[in-house]
């Protein structure tokens, strides 16, 4: 489940040390110190194949694998940097092996990561370090840090960062090139709900059919009239919700179009003005209440880039919308590249390219699926709770 998160942030299906190496040369120019702020955290055993954190006898943290990286870069070939079984492997070994083995596909790799550079540039994005890191950070397993988690992949962790910053980069150029009119921006509200489910053989509800709606409509009659006599919307929907997905952001759903939700949902949301409660609104999942905070048509410049986000998609729609626009920007490059003559520069279907820098793969348990009618508010597939870009996404 790991690997396949950060698949995409790190380009490359094989997981091989080389191109994180490669990569890194050009984030690491100016920055030698940068590998030793994460010493005291990550683990590194050349020697074992334990994944936790190692320490010499007297208890000392022995060296991380970034350490070991800055250590040995400025060695001599002849270096020792691992034993197998007593056999020695220096470090001018390595180097010719990843020459001969990965040459060819690490320099695709970096011919695509130089087409995201220049592109940036061009359109004076900057992304900075801090701005990755945050986001590998968010892709990560909770309270693992990524020192362990790039050390266990077997990825130099300065060719993450590097890749996952181009990566930030193109999405603002999408972002960009996605301005959206006034009307677009007034197509979204930015809503929050509370859900009774009325669903029979949900684990929330017992009885017939019949019994079960009729329960869910009592209890949501009962929440409507403790907020119209002062309860805040959001302490209601922490306390009576049952939707797992938006629960405990207060009922939060985001920014959302109408044809993001299902109709009944947003026939209703849609006729209200902000700081409005809806009455009790019947879908098929049960019984809302609705209280819209934003209206499009009304929203700052913040928010504008917020929207922005929403409309530029998620999940499997960002990532075809990254793709198509790395195809093009590789079409359009004068490519010359001198380890692979035999294939035409332009014509290349390099493993960059199939999988470009796209952003982290959501998990694969992320409430990610669209319902039939590509509409939503199902508990548990709120807006805030589906994987999206971060906020940032669009140029400031």
Do not use: C
């Amino acid at each position: 489940m790991l690997y396949k998160r950060l698949a995409l942030t790190t380009i490359l299906a094989v997981a091989l040390a080389a191109p994180s190496i490669v990569m890194a040369a050009e984030a690491t120019k100016s920055t030698s110190s940068k590998s030793t702020a994460t010493q005291t955290t990550k683990p590194a055993n050349t020697t074992t194949k334990t994944t936790q954190p190692a320490t010499t006898p007297d208890g000392t943290p022995k060296a991380t694998q970034e350490a070991n990286l800055a250590k040995f870069k400025n060695m001599p070939d002849d270096t020792v940097i691992a034993v197998v079984n007593g056999e020695k492997i220096t470090k001018g070994e390595l180097l010719d092996v990843m020459w001969n083995w990965t040459a060819p596909l690490v320099l695709d790799e970096y011919i695509n990561y130089k087409i995201a550079l220049q592109t940036m540039k061009k359109e004076g994005i900057t992304v900075t370090r801090d701005e990755a890191i945050e986001r590998l950070k968010a892709n990560a397993p909770s309270g693992e840090p990524l020192e362990v988690i790039f050390q266990r992949m077997h990825q130099a962790m300065d060719g993450a960062i590097a890749r996952t910053e181009t990566s930030i980069g193109l999405e603002k150029v999408l972002a960009k090139q996605s301005k959206l009119t006034d009307a677009e921006y007034a197509g979204f509200i930015k809503a929050r709900h509370i859900l009774v489910m009325a669903m029979p053989g949900n684990p929330n509800t017992s009885g017939d059919a019949e019994q079960i709606d009729q329960a869910a409509k009592e209890k949501i009659e009962k929440i409507l009239a403790e907020i119209r006599n002062g309860k805040p919307f959001d302490v209601a929907a922490q306390e009576y919700s049952d939707d797992p997905g938006s629960k405990q952001r207060g009922g939060e759903l985001g920014w959302f179009r109408s044809i993001d939700m299902v109709p009944e949902f947003s026939e209703a949301a849609f006729k209200l003005k902000a700081g409005e409660v809806s009455e009790p609104v019947k879908s098929p999942y049960g019984y809302h209440i609705i209280k819209v905070d934003r209206l499009g048509k009304d929203a700052t410049p913040a928010e504008k880039k917020e929207i922005e986000a929403r409309a530029l998609g998620q999940g499997g729609a960002l990532l075809a919308k990254m793709k198509k626009l790395f195809s093009d920007l590789r079409q359009n490059a004068t490519i010359i590249n001198y380890i692979s003559p035999e294939i035409p520069a332009n014509d290349q279907q390099g493993p960059g390219l199939s999988q470009i820098p796209s952003g982290p793969q959501p998990p694969a348990n992320a409430k990610l699926q669209e319902m039939p009618s590509n509409r939503r508010v199902v508990p548990g597939t709120s807006e805030a709770d589906r994987i999206k870009p971060p906020a940032d996404l669009a140029v400031k």
